[in-house]
């Protein structure tokens, strides 16, 4: 998805990824794939990248650093797995082989992971290294009916001579995330005089909504039966009940997702233990895509017409275009490596907004 949003001005010389399933949805996609190696980053020396990249991007496994994940952080056996990618940046610079702009990839839990430690450790491995640092928190909800704030730290060659404007003495207050400001604040001097605020512009006009993506007939998913509907809304409190009753009575076709989440069970103003809860929103944006870990991971499309109620799982077609993903990209033939696929991707409009106004320029600025 990275190199779909970048687009057909940059040339992939190559790619790494270790799930084989991925790999065969990559190559569906961009055809045989010479320049794609399947297998552990840890297993990649510099002799297996060619050339001088003018960029590389890097978005690397989150399940550590997430709100929701386990809380090791980079020492974890999954996010962890930016050291070993940043073992090959090395090899590259002391090999006079320095790529002109990194891109790490993340979400926004690694700024704060393990009290800013891990962003701390990130930030200090590229200005180490001769970069200048931007760090922006990106929410794809700017670009697609979907709730999903990314970190993307980019990181330029010190060489390099910005073009005028790219960047900003202060942070834009439109983009502006608190968590980054206080990670700055909190650096030493020298390492905080490598931080740049990019100047980047505001999209213009609201999102698609998401209505407009659902499947009139979808392929991959079927309806829920009344009982499974019910089973649904009796898991709802009773402020998301209230939501369901409000989008009957407006009338028309109102369409929602819903999540299920374990909830605290307060009786009597006491925690009595923990439940099941369905949480609904009909504001066409979706809840951020997550891969299917498990039931309540994938999204429920609520439909509310003349009425009637009815539930499925997103489909795989609905979820690519969530992540902006144009249709003619080949689906997975199973549903969960389809939801896995896109759960665990970049929102392509963000790649492109980024290659567009900032990494574009960067790479000219390069030659």
Not at 155 to 174: K, N
Not at 245 to 265: D, H, K, N, S
């Amino acid at each position: 998805m990275a190199r779909i949003g970048l687009g057909s001005r940059w040339e992939c010389v190559f790619a790494n990824e270790w799930l084989p399933e991925k790999a065969t949805a990559y190559r569906a996609c961009f055809g045989p794939a010479p320049e794609l190696r399947v297998c552990d980053v840890a297993a990649l020396s510099a002799a297996d990248l060619p050339g001088r990249a003018s960029l590389v991007w890097a978005s690397f496994p989150c399940q550590d650093l997430s709100l929701a994940g386990n809380g090791a952080g980079l020492a974890g056996s999954r996010s962890g797995t930016y050291w070993p990618f940043w073992g090959l940046m090395e090899q590259l610079v002391a090999a006079r082989r320095k790529p002109s702009i990194i891109v790490i990839e993340n979400v926004p839990g690694a700024i704060t992971s393990h009290g800013g430690k891990d962003f701390a450790a990130i930030f200090s491995s590229l200005a180490s290294a001769g970069y200048r640092v931007g760090p922006m928190v990106i929410d794809a909800a700017h670009f697609l009916p979907q709730s999903r704030p990314r970190l993307f730290v980019v990181a330029v060659d010190e060489a390099v001579r910005f073009p005028a404007g790219l960047a900003s003495p202060a942070p834009d207050p439109r983009w502006r995330w608190r968590t980054l400001e206080a990670a700055r604040s909190s650096f030493p001097a020298m390492l905080a005089a490598k931080w740049v605020w990019w100047n980047l512009p505001f999209p213009e006009g609201p999102p698609p909504p998401l209505s407009s993506l659902i499947e009139e007939q979808p392929c991959g998913v079927e309806w829920h039966s009344a009982a499974e509907t019910r089973r649904l809304l009796s898991l709802m409190s009773e402020a998301n009940a209230s939501k369901v009753q409000a989008a009957r009575r407006q009338g028309g076709m109102r369409v929602g997702t819903l999540y299920r989440r374990t909830r605290p069970i307060i009786v009597d103003g006491a925690v009595v233990g923990k439940g099941q809860r369905a949480e609904v929103r009909f504001d066409e944006i979706s809840g951020c895509l997550r891969t299917p870990a498990g039931g309540s991971s994938r999204q429920t499309v609520l439909t509310v017409e003349s009425g009637r109620v009815r539930s499925r799982l997103l489909s795989p077609r609905e979820a690519a275009r969530l992540m902006g993903v144009p249709d003619r990209y080949p689906l997975p033939g199973k549903y969960n490596q389809a939801y896995h696929l896109f759960g665990d991707g970049v929102a392509v409009p963000v790649v492109s907004w980024l290659e567009e106004h900032l990494l574009r320029a960067l790479a000219r600025a390069a030659r």
